[in-house]
């Protein structure tokens, strides 16, 4: 492959971070990854703490209420790795093929939003205090922190984040693969491939039933809630995933031209290196397309 005399790694580096500086701050998306964080620690810290969960009427003797205390396939605390860390890790790979930071920006932007969207819904709608299947176990202990868990059955918090995390991943994958635009040899299995997300998160669902922490209906509204908000966020980030054209291609924005006070900060030359790192890469991309080895 034919390429131009590449620039110092250095002078690479510092263009990347000045783009992103200019990209960020000036096309505003780092006004939605602060918005989205404020979103989470709201959600997390006044619905169930500040705000307690409804104590709700029950009776003794309540067979529904009465499954034995077991453990969870998936902990509280080792969900999140699991819920995040899959997919930002299929969006890594996926760059070998696209090769674009915005692309994985926009992926991951994606799954903020869509979680502070899931927990916006499902950490309040919790409020409502319906009990947890185990919950004369849970009165045993007498334990409050035990007790006010348990109280929270309603909607699946499992359920919900699975959902919303495999399902736009596998929205993403979907887009990427063309799915629903091109048909192509070994077509099911690539739709195959695109539901092993979902197939994933529905088994961390249904191990939330199997081990009493929830009832069909608190798994239901969860997975309703993760779907829909995986899926607004993919298309607040992402355009038409069912236009052959426009499948899995970011939503950008213009970037205006940079004030005074960023153009000192980033320094005086930072339009020039920019600017010789951009024409580097739209060379090696001119000679990429005219190279005969790879058929174009």
């Not at 619905?47 to 396939?73: A, C, H, Q």
């Not at 890594?92 to 969207?117: G, K, M, V």
């Not at 004369?136 to 059955?153: E, H, K, L």
């Not at 020039?272 to 000679?287: D, I, P, R």
């Amino acid at each position: 492959m034919l390429r131009g005399k590449a620039l110092p790694i250095g002078l690479r580096c510092r263009a990347a971070a000045i783009t992103a500086v200019n990209w960020l701050l000036l096309a505003g998306y780092i006004w939605d990854w602060l918005l989205a964080l404020t979103l989470i620690i709201i959600n997390f810290t006044i619905p169930g703490e500040v705000i307690p969960p409804l104590e709700r009427m029950w009776f003794p003797n309540d067979p529904s209420l009465s499954y034995p205390p077991t453990k969870s396939w998936l902990s509280e605390k080792g969900k999140f790795p699991v819920e995040f860390g899959i997919p930002l890790l299929v969006a890594a790979l996926a760059q070998f093929e696209s090769r674009s930071l915005i692309d994985w920006h926009h992926f991951a932007l994606a799954l903020i939003e869509a979680f502070a969207i899931e927990t916006s819904f499902k950490k309040w709608m919790n409020l409502v205090g319906k009990p947890r299947p185990d919950w004369y176990a849970r009165v045993a202990t007498g334990d409050p922190a035990v007790i006010n868990d348990g109280r929270t059955s309603y909607p699946s918090g499992h359920a919900a984040e699975t959902f919303m995390a495999f399902g736009l991943l596998s929205v993403y994958l979907m887009a990427k693969l063309k799915l629903f635009t091109r048909q192509s040899q070994g077509h099911f299995a690539k739709v195959m491939l695109c539901l092993a997300p979902l197939g994933f998160a529905a088994f961390i669902t249904m191990s939330r039933v199997a081990a009493y922490k929830h009832d069909f209906a608190d798994v239901n509204a969860g997975m309703l809630i993760g779907l829909c908000s995986g899926f607004l966020a993919y298309l607040i980030n992402y355009q038409n995933p069912l236009c052959h054209e426009t499948a899995a291609r970011p939503r950008t924005r213009p970037v205006p031209s940079a004030p005074a006070w960023l153009k000192q900060l980033l320094g005086a030359d930072a339009e020039a290196v920019s600017s010789a790192c951009a024409a580097q890469e739209a060379l090696e991309g001119e000679q990429d397309v005219q190279d005969p080895l790879l058929g174009s």
